[in-house]
């Protein structure tokens, strides 16, 4: 039997679904259903409320602003009348066929409106001839929410998925689907699949046909939370408090459920009747409302008794339940709630609860913290400069701008899981489960390695893979240090447990594997080195910090850490290398360069190292946020190391005719490619299902490349061929640096397919000039002196080389031309080249 | 004995002859290079992509020993450029053009290439790459149809959007079979219907009814050919005078 309400209804409207909403002062309660005329109800004032006499009939959506509401019928039409006198204001958009939803942005200049008809129309409510119309959607939508701060629009779809357009470019365009989540309703139906979105503007909260309640996360598609456990019967409302602290639910077997956000839990459950609407008195007073399916609307004051609700209730605002929170990770991280939007409104929601330094303030709020609760890590680990130290005294001091450590290769959280390491080798991945983690670890090779997945107490943030085996490391966590833990793919002894624990208050903020050592840098900016199986072999600290990554390659270990501040502000990046077996230093503190933000882009802070990794024959390699890849040559002598690009992806093919908007996840450089995972529609870093790898050639952006003339693409040009031909010049012989590089690096231990690999590469090089010469005789006598200065290039240990240009040169007729490269031959064959 | 088949390739002939194109496969575990008939395959190596012939694809795909990663064209995106093309208004009369040639090989000079001894042209269906990840996105190959039914069938987890994707690949095949049909109204002893860029299934499919149709027009053709000849001889052994009897038998035959 259903309880009482302890106020009564008041009859609102005649049977039938009614609808409510608050205007966004919070002064006044729209109520419009079945009859011809809405009423609206005034806070705190118990009197007969004002009637808006004239409407049509059956509205099925209500927007309210403060002095007008916009209603939509069942007659297909969306009015907008005057509050309180309930005069036609205009009419703002007429369809065939029934409205379901129309939703008013936070800037009440737009007016979003989805039918029984197919498109959504989002119409200008100053000018309503200013029509977009949305339609990347198949069916109906029966549910239109905007977020707060107007960026996003999200439409439940009948066919049971959400579309989420963004209305920040100038045409609103499709951001990205979300599929499985809600049921598929049809547009009539109480059950609702509306997203209801968290105040703060990152995630909403949608029912699922399991009758639980998913908050998903805008920015990256995520599953975040769940409400789960309180309805038997289908949810048919759900509303969030004004601050985000409470979630209000009901559904058809006549419950109403009271959450907290923050653990997700049940504060409340009430039994009342045939709810279908709920709505938080907008501002924050202890009203709650709902309207039912008989036509009644009930305001309830004082609603919440507990004490300790009615503080959640006023208190600040809390979070969107995420299952690592963003900005837990990385303080600097502007909120996406556009303050900027609600500025103009009078007594604001932002007004009045502050603005987002108000979010630092809940985190130290009582101690305990709030992070904890959830199992989170603290980023206490990362040290007083990276955490929010640095934000506060934004303000009042200069500070550079640092480079955020970052463990190659891995992935943010994105919902309950994230990559540990994406590599060649395989990929690792880790679930949280709340009370502890699940790791699987898959391989591309499912013959050699066999697949392995495991309970993970120790809640393990970051992983290697190489060949021998996977490396992991976790924080300190309670009374138990910070472990590493190397896992070897295969084993002739029973498996062993044996961890390496770190001293205590020290953390790795980065680790590396490689075939003979472990490499960890940690917050106290030591690098210690163990061999595989744990016996410490090295240790110094950083000369630059703090420390931002590692890799490790054989003997050698990479280090980057945050140097000297530059010019513009920023730390410059110093690398060191390192022969641990040798103990030696290849490269000391030498800068890494990362180039310069393109003038046209905003969206970036900095120019960023993106991932540090050791190619497959061993080169260190990086890619930044530019999209730069770039390999180091030289590094085995001090001093000589120069970073040289391989691959400019933003200048790749496939971009250019402007079409697509992709970015590259770096993977690996191996056989001479660049291995990368392509991200589309805005994502920062690969997620679930696992993204196919693509692979690039090399291409040195030399010289620009020459457009193409008409649909002429019979032949290659001449200037073509040059630009080709000079770009594989330029590419084999750093690839050729590279190689012989390493045969002197070896020395005597150099074996012979090295050395012939080098001779190879060589005749390669020179066989590249021969073209290029061959294309340089055949536009004609006037670039002689260029061909010449080519035949020069020939690095030619046997003459033969020389020999042939001559006759290249022959076979066009360029006899003078013949007769110089003769003439220079000899010369070189006597020793009495002029730089010899 | 008359074989019980019509004339031309069935599909699964063409299916068959498919089976040779090469596709990029994914492999999920090593494999030494083997020596096919066909030219020896490339040594496999995962994660590195690596092209392999259509069948042996399949087969490792069907042990589970491989992912095949469909070509470019075979995509949302380059299949419904290719349908927008082929349903324009502008383009609405011929077919959405074949991959570009690549460039001959050989060192034949720039005009007589084609008859240089050393040089070697490539044209569908002898195209290489044509089905590999290196393909054109916005080009259907010679068996685009065989390949993507094939691929659809056998190894649609491989895909992105395999429902959408087939979908297209329906779109296609029906907007391309209304053009050929349409052609079929012109069709006559002596017209042509330009099938620039067609596939191999499609030629397949409307070889029977087409060469039945040409070959009726020309059994048809026929008799007034013979009888003209006919006539001719009789001219020249009758001179001039019969001519008229012989034109009234040509008004009745026709």
């Known amino acids: 039997m259903p309880d009482r309400p302890p106020f009564p209804g008041r009859p609102a409207q005649p049977p039938g679904p009614t609808y409510l909403q608050y205007s966004p002062d919070g002064q006044r309660l729209i109520v419009a259903g079945v009859g011809n005329f809405a009423r609206s109800f005034r806070t705190g004032d118990n009197g007969e409320p004002d009637l808006l006499p004239e409407t049509h009939e059956e509205t099925y959506a209500v927007a309210s602003g403060n002095d007008y509401v916009i209603l939509g019928c069942e007659d297909g039409t969306v009015c907008e009348y005057a509050v309180p006198s309930g005069d036609l204001r205009q009419i703002l958009v007429r369809f065939t066929l029934p409205i379901r939803d129309i939703a008013l942005s936070p800037d009440e200049k737009w007016i979003a409106v989805s039918s029984d008809e197919l498109p959504i129309k989002l119409i200008n409510r100053d000018d309503i001839e200013e029509i977009f119309v949305l339609s990347e959607h198949p069916k109906p939508i029966k549910h239109l929410t905007y977020d707060p701060s107007g960026r996003y629009l999200a439409a439940s779809c009948t066919n049971g998925v959400i579309y989420i357009y963004s209305t920040t470019t100038p045409h609103p365009s499709l951001f990205r689907t979300i599929d499985g989540v809600i049921n598929r309703l049809e547009t009539a139906e109480t059950t609702t699949s509306r997203c209801v979105w968290h105040p703060d503007g990152r995630a909403f909260a949608c029912a699922t046909p399991t009758r639980d309640i998913q908050v998903i996360s805008v920015e990256d598609g995520a599953h975040q939370r769940v409400f789960s456990g309180a309805h038997n019967g289908d949810i048919t409302s759900l509303a969030w408090s004004p601050n985000g602290a409470l979630l209000a639910s009901s559904s058809a077997d006549d419950q109403l459920v009271i959450w907290e956000t923050k653990a997700q839990t049940i504060l409340k459950r009430f039994n009342y009747e045939k709810i279908i609407n709920l709505a938080w008195q907008s501002t924050g007073e202890n009203i709650f409302n709902w309207t039912t399916s008989q036509g009644e609307l009930f305001i309830i004051p004082e609603f919440l008794k507990d004490e300790a609700h009615v503080r959640l209730l006023k208190g600040p605002k809390v979070r969107a339940p995420f299952f690592h929170d963003p900005l837990d990770a990385n303080g600097r991280k502007p909120l996406v709630n556009g303050q900027a939007k609600r500025a103009g409104t009078p007594d604001s929601l932002d007004d009045l609860v502050g603005p987002e330094d108000e979010y630092d303030w809940i985190e130290d709020d009582d101690g305990a913290g709030y992070i904890n609760e959830n199992g989170k890590r603290t980023n206490g680990h990362l040290g007083q400069v990276n955490g929010h130290a640095m934000k506060r005294n934004k303000q009042e001091l200069w500070q550079p701008h640092i480079h955020e450590p970052f463990q190659p290769g891995a992935t943010p959280w994105r919902g309950n899981r994230k990559y540990l390491c994406l590599n060649l080798i395989g990929f690792v991945w880790t679930v949280d489960q709340d009370t502890h983690n699940t790791v699987t670890v898959e391989f591309y090779d499912r013959e050699m390695y066999r697949d392995f997945h495991f309970t993970d107490p120790f809640l393990y943030d970051k992983a290697c893979l190489n060949e021998n085996g996977t490396l992991f490391s976790c924080p300190a966590k309670d009374s138990q240090p910070a472990m590493i833990f190397y896992r070897p793919h295969e084993t002739w002894t029973t498996r062993s447990d044996s961890r390496i624990s770190l001293p205590d208050g020290e953390e790795a903020t980065c680790i590396a594997l490689s075939s003979r050592y472990i490499v960890a840098v940690t917050n106290k900016h030591y690098v210690r080195v163990w061999t595989l199986f744990g016996t410490p072999v090295r240790l110094w600290r950083m000369k630059s910090s703090p420390s931002v990554t590692c890799a490790a390659w054989g003997d050698f270990v990479m280090t980057v850490g945050n140097g000297p501040v530059g010019a513009d502000g920023c730390t410059q990046l110093m690398y060191s290398i390192d022969d641990v077996r040798r103990d030696e230093n290849c490269q000391n503190e030498d800068v890494l360069a990362l180039g310069t933000l393109p003038p046209e882009s905003s969206t970036e802070e900095e120019v960023s190292l993106k991932a540090l990794f050791w190619s497959d024959v061993g080169d260190p390699c990086v890619y930044d946020s530019n999209g730069v890849l770039l390999t180091l040559l030289h590094w085995r002598t001090p001093g000589q190391a120069k970073w040289v690009p391989l691959l400019d992806t933003r200048l790749l093919d496939r971009l250019k005719n402007g079409k697509k908007e992709e970015t590259y996840w770096p993977v690996a450089v191996a056989a001479e490619k660049f291995h990368c995972i392509i991200l589309k529609g805005g994502d920062k870093s690969p997620y679930f299902p696992r993204p196919l790898l693509t692979e690039f050639d090399f291409q040195i952006p030399v010289s620009r490349p020459v457009e193409k003339e008409g649909d002429d693409d019979e032949e290659e040009t001449s200037a073509e061929a040059v630009v080709r031909l000079e770009e594989s010049f330029v590419r084999s012989s750093t690839l050729l640096g590279l190689v012989d590089d390493l045969v002197q690096g070896l020395g005597d231990r150099a074996g012979h397919a090295q050395k012939t690999e080098v001779v190879k590469r060589e005749i390669e090089v020179d066989k590249i000039l021969l073209q290029l010469l061959a294309v340089e005789c055949r536009e004609g006598e006037e670039r002689g002196m260029k061909a010449l200065e080519i035949v020069g290039l020939l690095r030619d240990r046997s003459g033969k080389m020389l020999e042939a240009a001559a006759k290249v040169a022959g076979r066009w007729n360029r006899t003078v031309l013949e007769d110089k490269i003769r003439d220079y031959a000899e010369r070189r064959l006597m020793g009495m080249d002029e730089d010899s | ?254």
């Open chain 2, 1 to 254: 004995m008359a074989l019980p088949l019509p004339p031309g390739l069935t599909p699964s002939e063409v299916g068959f002859l498919c089976e040779m194109e090469l596709v990029t496969v994914i492999p999920r575990q090593r494999l030494e290079g083997l020596e096919l008939l066909g030219g020896p395959t490339q040594s496999l190596n995962p994660p590195f992509p690596a092209p392999l012939p259509l069948w042996l694809a399949l087969l490792l795909k069907r042990q589970k020993r491989a992912n095949i990663s469909p070509p470019p064209w075979l995509s949302v995106e380059g299949l419904s450029s290719i349908l927008q093309f082929e349903t324009d208004n502008r383009t609405a009369e011929v077919f959405s053009p074949a991959p570009a040639l690549p460039q001959p090989t050989g060192f034949g000079s720039r005009h007589d290439a084609y008859l240089s001894q050393d040089s070697l042209e490539f044209s569908p269906p002898f195209l290489a790459d044509s089905s590999t990840t290196r393909s054109q996105s916005n080009a259907l190959p010679y068996h685009w149809l065989e390949l993507g039914h094939l691929l659809l069938t056998h190894a649609s987890d491989d895909f992105d959007d395999p429902d959408t994707v087939r979908r297209l690949l329906r779109d296609l095949r029906e907007v391309r079979m209304s053009k050929l049909r349409k052609g079929f109204k012109v069709l006559d002893a002596g017209a042509g219907v330009k099938m620039n860029g067609v596939g191999g299934m499609e030629v397949a499919e409307v070889r029977g009814f087409v060469g039945g149709i040409v070959d009726g027009l020309r059994k048809i053709n026929r008799s007034r050919e013979e009888s003209r000849k006919e006539r001719e001889a009789e001219e020249r052994e009758n001179g001039l005078g019969s001519s008229s009897y012989q034109d009234d038998e040509d008004d009745m035959q026709l």
